[in-house]
């Protein structure tokens, strides 16, 4: 039972380029979310995916788009990133009526 | 969405009960009080929940008075592992998304 698993680890891009965010979680939830974490703030809400089939914004969804590929998968792109998307990238899970949710490892991303 | 407030950070000495208390005076009827905790370059990781009184778990103790306006999650005879970051969230949705994660507190467990 691996949990929330996020790939890559680690990605630099530059101005304008494109990427997706991987994210996977193997406990049979329903509820899914994408959050981005400044340096020394707290996490903000891109989007989440109640349930499969579903997705809504969050936040702050500017510069984002989601795919909620089937109950386990989550992704998140970035069409064009802008210096203003550095951040560290939260996948989390949620079953529904738990309360408790359950975070990936992250994704440090780096816009140049 | 309930706003909430915590001290930006609080410092203790390892062995020492540290408790650290969440504003949330506009507080729904429906809301849950949730404390997640957070260490460097890691995700965040649930604590404890609850909705009035006392909850208790393995880890911590939540206390809630009666008008809901405040909470304050207790930690027990804290050790330098302790040293995190700690959120206070407030929602009433099962869904999640009505949760908002403020800056938290920065505690640091000194030897």
């Known amino acids: 039972n691996a949990g929330v698993t996020q790939t890559p680890k680690f990605q630099v891009l530059k101005t304008g380029q494109s990427m997706t965010l991987q994210c996977a979680q193997d406990m049979n939830h329903n509820s899914m979310y994408w959050y981005r974490q400044d340096p020394g703030m707290g996490l903000r809400l891109i989007y989440y995916?109640?349930?499969?089939?579903?997705?809504d914004k969050g936040e702050v969804p500017n510069g984002y788009n989601v795919s909620r590929l089937n109950k386990r998968e989550f992704s998140l792109r970035l069409e064009s990133a802008a210096p203003s998307q550095t951040s560290v990238y939260f996948c989390a899970s949620l079953y529904q009526g738990a309360y408790e949710q359950y975070f990936g490892p992250g994704t440090r991303l780096t816009v140049t | 969405l309930a706003k909430t407030t915590q001290p930006i950070s609080m410092d203790s000495y390892e062995g020492q009960e540290v408790n650290i208390t969440c504003s949330h005076n506009n507080i729904a009827t429906n809301d849950y009080i949730t404390w997640y905790q957070q260490f460097p370059s890691q995700g965040p990781r649930f604590i404890i929940q609850?909705?009035?009184t006392k909850v208790t778990n393995e880890v911590a103790s939540l206390f809630i008075p009666a008008d809901r306006k405040s909470s304050t999650l207790s930690l027990p005879r804290v050790s330098l592992s302790d040293t995190a970051v700690y959120y206070c969230l407030v929602g009433d949705d099962n869904y999640g998304q009505n949760f908002v994660f403020g800056p938290g507190t920065r505690l640091s467990v000194l030897p």
């Open positions: 995916s109640a349930s499969e089939g579903t997705t």
């Open positions: 609850g909705y009035k």
